[in-house]
Structures are given as C-alpha cells and as structure tokens.
C-alpha cells in the first residue's frame, strides 16, 4: 500500500503567518491528492481536490500544490477560524489512505 | 442542498452485528459511488470501503481491516447507502462517516454525513 506521510504533526502560528504543510506519498499517485479540514468535534471539510483545485465555497487563501510524490498545502494568512486538523488523502489506488493529520493552532 | 444523514450507530457488544444507514437528499444518490470512513476517538480517518455507481457496475472494495466482516449495499430507489457490519470488534468503536465520492479513480470526498457513534464494548 502507499504511505502518506504528513509533516509537521503540529504546528503553532500567529494570525496572518503564512502556513504550510507537507504530504508526502510513498509512491507517485500523479495529482490524485485532496486536502480536508477537520475542525475540533466538526465532520471533515473538503478543502482542495486534484492536488491543486480549491472546492467551492473554500475560501482562497487557502492553497494546494504538488504532484508526484510531494505535496503542500498553503495557507496564505492564517486566521483564528483555521483552527484544525488537515489530512491528506491520495485516490488514485486502493485504499484511500490519509496522512496521520496536521495540527494547527494559534500562538 | 446536498445532504447526508447517518443512523443506525449504538452500543452493542463484541462478535454482534449492527446496520448503518446513510439518507442522501439534495442530489441523485445513483449517480454517484458512495464512501464509508470511521475515526476512532482521538484518532485519524480511515477509509472503510465504497460502492460504485451502477452505472459502473455497482462493485464494492473494502479496507483490509474489515473485508469479510463488513459489507456495502445501495438502494437508489430510497436514496440511501448501507454498512452492514458483522463480526464486530471493539477496535471497531468509531464514528461512521458516509460520503459522496467525486472525481477519478476512488475519488475523493465532496460531502460527509454527521457522522454516527459505534461503539463495541461488553
């Protein structure tokens, strides 16, 4: 099975940092990459899908990139409703798997 | 407005069966393959299985934890999608997440269900 592997597990930051994070799939799954958000107690929220496309609705400083292997999702100003867990999700093959998750908090 | 409801989660004891329910509304549930996911307290999400469409043959796959034990059905007429669960473990105590698939290949997750609470304990 390929691997997701999401870096950093947490990280704290101040209102308006720019924030990144990084996934990293263990074989090349090309750009079958979605990104979620998981708020504390809320149901996931599909953030970014086709490693780069933002779904409807997300607002845009939130951002995807990558293809491959390696993978980034930006967050361009970082503000108090970003509070979260974000995971990866590669699609390309059987199963599905996530990264262990991105913690992200406010300093 | 698209919609997912998930029923069916209890308490029920190791070895039995339960039978989750996801109602769709707001969309076609036919047209679209369907997703089930769990996470455990405090843990990440992991995906369990999906359906197919029919129109690309209805076909199901499952996770390695829960082949065999766990089964994925659809009924399009009533717009809804089911996880029969079987042989049920205690590391099966989760909350349950249906979701509409999208996209390529398995797809991924546009909408998610609230979510229903399993938990397997005697």
């Known amino acids: 099975d390929i691997q997701m592997t999401q870096s950093p597990s947490s990280l704290s930051a101040s209102v308006g940092d720019r924030v990144t994070i990084t996934c990293r799939a263990s074989?090349?799954?090309?750009?079958?990459l979605a990104w979620y958000q998981q708020k504390p107690g809320k149901v996931p929220k599909l953030l970014i899908y086709a490693a780069s496309t933002l779904q409807s609705g997300v607002p845009s400083r939130f951002s995807g990139s990558g293809s491959g292997t390696d993978f980034t999702l930006t967050i361009s100003s970082l503000q108090p409703e970003d509070v979260a867990t974000y995971y990866c999700q590669k699609y390309n093959s059987a199963p599905p798997t996530f990264g262990q998750g991105t913690k992200v908090e406010i300093k | 407005e698209v919609q997912l409801v998930e029923s069916g989660g209890d308490l029920v004891q190791p070895g039995r069966s339960l039978r989750l329910s996801c109602t769709a509304s707001g969309f076609t549930l036919g047209d679209y393959a369907m997703s089930w996911f769990r996470q455990a307290p405090g843990k990440g999400l992991e995906w369990i299985g999906f359906i197919r469409s029919k129109a690309y043959g209805g076909t199901t796959e499952y996770a390695a934890s829960v082949t065999g034990r766990f089964t994925i059905s659809r009924d399009d007429s009533k717009s809804i999608a089911y996880l029969q669960m079987n042989s049920l473990k205690t590391d099966d105590t989760a909350v349950y997440y249906c979701?509409?698939?999208?996209?390529?290949?398995?797809?991924?997750?546009?909408?998610w269900g609230q979510g229903t609470l399993v938990t397997v304990s005697s």
């Open positions: 979701t509409r698939n999208r996209g390529y290949s398995y797809g991924y997750s546009d909408y």
């Open positions: 074989q090349d799954i090309s750009n079958y």
